[in-house]
């Protein structure tokens, strides 16, 4: 059995901040966690290198169940986005490590394929509609199958989901919280006359998708999901903030449009009413933000009984290590839904070299034994970290609102 021996907590800035736990074994063979919590990253690498490392050293390593309850029973403060990206780096690496020794990939482990790969969906964004279409139809041209469309709202300086000119998006966007300003009655108007041009555009045999970003009421999301309803959408994602979860039966009422929600979940515990009442379609939990495989695994569970399939978060803060991660679940569970594809930029993916794919819209994990990815620690140390925050968002007469 592997002992663990060290683990290591990499602080990185290849484009963006990455942490990333690297545990080793005394027969040489390493795993690798992403532990990346966009905006908080400091306080992640703490919680891992303070609490969390002294306590793994000394155990068994194949010991991935217990290892995972003794620091999440263990910590006596359960739950929380620190504390359960901190318990999904070390699961993460500790399911490398047993697929490494088992000379099988990740996903074998979990009971093996069951699909050819996972389909993903893009990000098209823009300033206009045109704009937007037009990256929708460069999409489809790479082969894309599902496409997530986000554009400019006229009257607002910015909008989520929307880059800079001639800048790939990036959330976190300052070396303190930038401001936008929102207005809901202008979003509401443009949105609906997005997706009829992007219809038109691209045909119906295109899946199309919407982040909300938690910005609207459920009255005034349910508005939106029936305005939507002519044009299909696979799914509206975040509609509502997702504290008051009544809320989804209100919008699930009105609209037959599809929901997404879950990409701030870090526990089962936020996603079961949701899911047990059918209020949602998708769950969007992530590997790094909810706990791990093992945890994550636990949620697809309980939401294949209620016909709800997965939706995993997947923008640029989570890292190449947390992607390979999702993809190799994806590939096993039999609730697999979509996988949100941003790609990571070159000077990122050269500090994580990964075996993962892409081909005619799907990613496949590769068959490299474990998760397939790894971090290059040199490579990692020439890119210092730099704080970077998201930004908050404000109604037009300055209240803060939901960013
Ligand atoms: C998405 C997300 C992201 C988040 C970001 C926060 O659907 O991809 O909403 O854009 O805002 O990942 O860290
Ligand atoms: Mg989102």
Excluded at 211 to 221: F, K, N, S, Y
Excluded at 235 to 243: G, R, S
Excluded at 266 to 287: C, F, G, H, M, P
Excluded at 363 to 384: K, M, N, Q, R, S
Aim: aromatic share 8%; proline share 6%; with cysteine.
């Amino acid at each position: 059995m592997p002992i663990i021996t060290e683990a290591r907590v990499v602080v990185t800035s290849p484009g963006r901040n990455f942490v990333t736990l690297k545990v080793v074994c005394d027969d040489g063979t390493t795993g690798v966690g992403d532990a990346t919590l966009n905006g908080r990253e400091l306080a992640v690498a703490s919680y891992l290198a303070d609490h969390i490392v002294p306590c793994l050293i000394g155990r068994d390593a194949h010991r991935i169940e217990d290892i995972w309850q003794y620091l999440y029973k263990g910590a006596y403060w359960r739950r929380g986005p620190v504390t359960m990206t901190a318990i999904a780096a070390v699961d993460m690496a500790l399911w490398d490590i047993k697929g490494k020794v088992a000379g099988l990939p990740v996903y074998q482990l979990l009971g093996g394929a069951s699909r050819d790969g996972c389909m993903v969906y893009g990000h098209a964004n823009g300033a206009t509609i045109a704009d937007t279409v037009d990256a929708a139809l460069r999409h489809r041209a790479e082969g894309y199958r599902a496409i997530r469309l986000q554009c400019g709202v006229p009257g607002l300086a910015s909008t989520y989901g929307v880059a800079r000119p001639g800048e790939a998006y990036e959330p976190a966007d300052g070396t303190l919280p930038t401001e936008s300003v929102w207005s809901t009655e202008r979003y509401l108007r443009i949105v609906p006359e997005l997706f009829a041009a992007a219809r038109e555009a691209l045909g119906p045999d295109i899946h199309l998708l919407h982040d909300v970003h938690h910005r609207l009421t459920p009255i005034e999301a349910a508005r939106l999901g029936r305005d939507l309803e002519p044009y299909r959408p696979f799914w509206i994602e975040d509609p509502t903030p997702a504290e008051n979860q009544d809320g989804f039966r209100l919008i699930r009422q009105h609209t037959t449009t599809p929901i997404a929600v879950g990409e701030v979940f870090n526990s089962i515990w936020d996603a079961k009413a949701l899911i047990e009442s059918q209020s949602i379609d998708y769950i969007r939990a992530t590997v790094v933000h909810a706990g791990g495989i093992t945890h994550l695994r636990r949620i697809a569970a309980l939401a294949d009984l209620y016909q709800v399939r997965t939706g995993c978060h997947g923008a640029t803060d989570l890292s190449p290590v947390a992607m390979a991660a999702a993809l190799h679940l994806g590939l096993a569970i039999p609730n697999f839904g979509i996988q949100e594809l941003m790609p990571h930029l070159p000077v990122t993916q050269a500090v994580f070299p990964h075996a993962y794919r892409y081909a005619d819209g799907s990613l496949h994990p590769g068959d490299a034994p474990g998760l397939g990815v790894d971090i290059d620690e040199a490579l990692a140390a020439t890119h210092p970290y730099v704080r970077a925050y998201l930004p908050v968002n404000r109604l037009e007469d300055g209240t803060l609102w939901s960013w």
